[in-house]
């Protein structure tokens, strides 16, 4: 196995996570539970080859295949591989994610055109709720819970409170910079809030390795840092990213210098004008609820 394949971690009896090296951009996590007779799946992947290879390792745990694949947000990463389990499988989520699903289109490949993502079927949630729900599976209770606006505004997080276990969705890039722009800074922070309140000692980001509820407190610093140097640009009158020269005297939290503002876009590919032609080319939505 390369460093670079996907791994399956067995979280608790039948419980078990599918992660993506290295977490990065469209590489995000999955999960999957259940028994002999039935199974879930927690998100798929950005393409059909990679859904596929989810596909196979619920399989090789001994599972069926699943009856339903819960989608903790619309984005491409989590959700173009659906038609890879059609059709065996409903989809569940929060009602704004199926209408930015379908609002959002094939996003990911205006973003990047040169990518072979196979086939690709637009398969929001058949099946949506609105605060909470919970769902059977194998015996094994998976409650979904609407955080409200934070990473997007339609996330779900996925709690197995007997396993100890949360699947925390894009509320959580665990070696990764957080990701904003269609969701909310002050309600990711209570999204967090949230996540603690579940109590649960082992935390599945949306990326990067299984963890711990440390990863909160990570995720935590720095969005009140961006929030601080945010509110510290709006006295003064502009963003700092736009003085003289184009960079932020600004320290990150992890000790290195903020250049330009692409840590507050998404992280370590993208400059900021990239991030805007992007937002451009795939209409995101540019509602009140990601302005502030
Ligand atoms: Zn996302």
Redesign the pocket.
Known sequence: MSATDPYVVTLAPQVHAFVQPDGGWCLNNAGFLGDADESLLVDTAATERRARLLREAVLAEGLPLPRTVVST?H?GD?TYGNGVFQPEARIVGHENCRTEQLEAGHQLHLLWPQTDFGRVDILPPSVTYAERLTLYVGGIEVRLLHPGPA?TTGDSIVHLPEQGVVFTG?LVFHGGTP?LPMGSLSGSLRALDLLRSLDAPTVVP?HGRVTDPTAYDATERYLRWVRELAAEGHAKGRPRWRRRGGRSSASSPRGGRASGSWRTCTGRTRSWRGCRRARRSTRWRSSATWRR
Do not use: K, N, S, V
Request: net charge negative.
């Open positions: 947000h984005h989590h990473h894009d990701f949306g």
